[in-house]
């Protein structure tokens, strides 16, 4: 049996340039949706806060915002549970389907929500209501599309075709820059209040999630569920409650503490390095406008999509622990020359600064969630993920 992944099966996977692509491409599109989804709620807080709360304080209004991105964060564990379970139940290309659709329908939600001019207090809490929606969608997306890639990737081969996943993430998040990019002149208040354009394009970035959902889900559809999932449930081996056996096992208790702890770091690198970047740049100590500040987290997720293929071909030939340990080195040693070079307020000096820390997070974001995958035998590899 496979020793980089536990109780996968005894068969070495294998995939031609074909097959490659097409597993590639249904576990890393529901990704792009995803964090696509995620990240412009981050990049358009401030003109939600606009659109969405009483006029008056804009600090406040601000900070509601980001409590909505917050919120998220509390149901991301819910999502992983239920949707974990049942993955590890159903099997995985089901929930994966399913998902896409969630996020999708939440998102242009938000797009088609009526102003706090139109209709008050209800337009905030529906905010949130759809921000639980998305967090929910997301817990389940993650694992769910991990899980996938690596139980179809063959050996050796696992740390680079599950970086692709990495790949989309940050490219959605780079295509939801350029976006808020290109909708930037009307991201005001005077364009808001303005009327024509100005007064709907800031929902045209939600909307966007409605022709991704709909290619998402077809192609999802149409792709077969992992050879790991087929053969246990052909041998009968799908556990009855993945969850309880997860729970109920020492080894897998060991193995789902671990893999709470371990993406702390690259949850705190990723808001500081690309979800934050903006609102700091435009903070007033540093005064970069909002296309400016977007430009510069634009670049570095240029960098770090070049550099996490890399990393992940890297940890297939040196292993996980290697790759993962060097990169948290790298990021206590140049995390405060670079955050310097950011805050020189030099447009050059912040992009420089901006994609050594990409470098630097690549070799960590590259390897985390397969390090994750490896630890858990396919029963319960969805539910204890």
Not at 316 to 321: H, T
């Given at each position: 049996?496979?020793?980089?992944?536990?109780?996968?099966?005894?068969?070495?996977?294998?995939?031609?340039?074909?097959?490659a692509?097409k597993v590639v491409?249904?576990?890393c599109?529901?990704?792009?949706?995803?964090?696509y989804d995620?990240g412009i709620?981050?990049f358009?807080?401030g003109t939600?806060?606009?659109?969405?709360?009483a006029?008056?304080?804009?600090?406040?209004a601000?900070l509601?915002?980001?409590?909505?991105?917050?919120?998220?964060?509390?149901?991301r564990?819910?999502?992983a549970?239920?949707?974990?379970y049942?993955?590890?139940?159903?099997?995985?290309?089901?929930l994966l389907?399913?998902?896409?659709l969630l996020?999708?329908a939440?998102?242009a939600?938000?797009?088609i929500?009526?102003?706090y001019a139109?209709i008050?207090?209800?337009a905030?809490v529906?905010l949130?209501l759809l921000?639980?929606i998305?967090g929910?969608s997301v817990g389940?997306?993650?694992?769910?599309?991990m899980?996938?890639?690596?139980e179809?990737?063959p050996?050796g081969k696992?740390g680079?075709?599950?970086s692709y996943?990495?790949?989309a993430?940050?490219?959605?998040l780079l295509?939801?820059?350029?976006?808020?990019?290109s909708?930037?002149?009307w991201?005001?208040?005077?364009a808001?209040?303005g009327?024509g354009f100005?007064?709907?394009?800031?929902?045209i970035?939600?909307l966007?999630?409605?022709?991704?959902?709909?290619?998402?889900w077809?192609i999802r559809k149409a792709?077969s569920?992992?050879p790991?999932?087929?053969?246990?449930?052909?041998e009968?081996?799908l556990?009855?409650?993945?969850l309880k056996?997860?729970f109920a096992s020492a080894e897998?208790?060991?193995a789902?503490?671990?893999?709470?702890?371990?993406?702390?770091?690259?949850?705190?690198g990723?808001y500081?390095?690309?979800?934050?970047?903006?609102t700091?740049?435009k903070?007033?100590q540093?005064?970069?406008t909002?296309?400016e500040?977007?430009?510069v987290?634009?670049c570095?997720?240029?960098?770090?999509?070049i550099?996490?293929p890399f990393?992940g071909a890297l940890s297939?030939?040196?292993?996980?622990?290697?790759?993962?340990a060097?990169?948290a080195?790298?990021?206590?040693?140049?995390?405060?020359?670079?955050?310097?070079?950011?805050a020189?307020?030099?447009?050059?000096?912040a992009i420089?600064?901006?994609?050594?820390m990409?470098?630097?997070?690549a070799?960590?974001t590259?390897?985390?969630h397969?390090?994750i995958v490896?630890?858990?035998?396919?029963?319960?590899r969805?539910?204890?993920?």
């Open positions: 049996m496979s020793t980089s992944m536990r109780a996968a099966g005894p068969q070495n996977n294998r995939l031609d340039a074909r097959q692509r491409t249904a576990g599109v529901g990704i792009f949706v995803e964090l995620n709620f981050a358009m807080a939600l806060a606009l659109v969405f709360l006029p008056g304080n804009p600090d406040n601000l509601f915002v980001f409590a909505g991105y917050a919120v998220s964060f509390f149901v564990p819910l999502g549970v239920v949707c974990g049942l993955g590890d139940r159903i099997g995985r290309q089901k389907v399913f998902v896409i996020i999708s939440a998102t939600g938000i797009g929500l009526p102003s139109a008050g207090i209800a905030p529906l949130i921000r639980l998305q929910f389940g997306e993650a694992a769910g599309a899980t996938f890639l690596a179809h990737a050996e696992r680079i075709i599950t996943a990495q790949i993430s940050f490219a959605a295509t939801g820059t350029l976006v808020a990019y909708m930037s002149p991201l005001t208040q005077a808001i209040d009327g100005g007064s709907f394009a800031w929902r970035p939600f966007v999630a409605i022709p991704m959902g709909i290619i998402g077809y792709i569920d992992t790991n999932f087929v053969k246990l449930k052909e009968g081996g556990s009855k409650n993945p056996e997860a897998h208790r060991r789902m503490l671990l893999a709470l702890f371990i993406p702390l770091m690259n949850g705190s990723y500081v390095l690309f979800s934050y970047m903006p700091f740049l903070g007033k540093l005064n970069f909002i296309g500040a977007l430009l987290t634009a570095s997720l240029v960098v770090i999509c550099a996490i990393m297939d030939r040196i292993g996980r622990k290697k790759v993962i060097g990169s080195i790298a990021m206590a040693v140049v995390g405060i020359p670079a955050y310097a070079l950011i020189t307020g030099n447009m050059a000096l420089l600064g901006a994609s050594i990409a470098v630097v997070f070799g960590h590259a390897v985390i397969i390090l490896e630890l858990f035998p396919t029963r319960v969805y539910s204890a993920y």
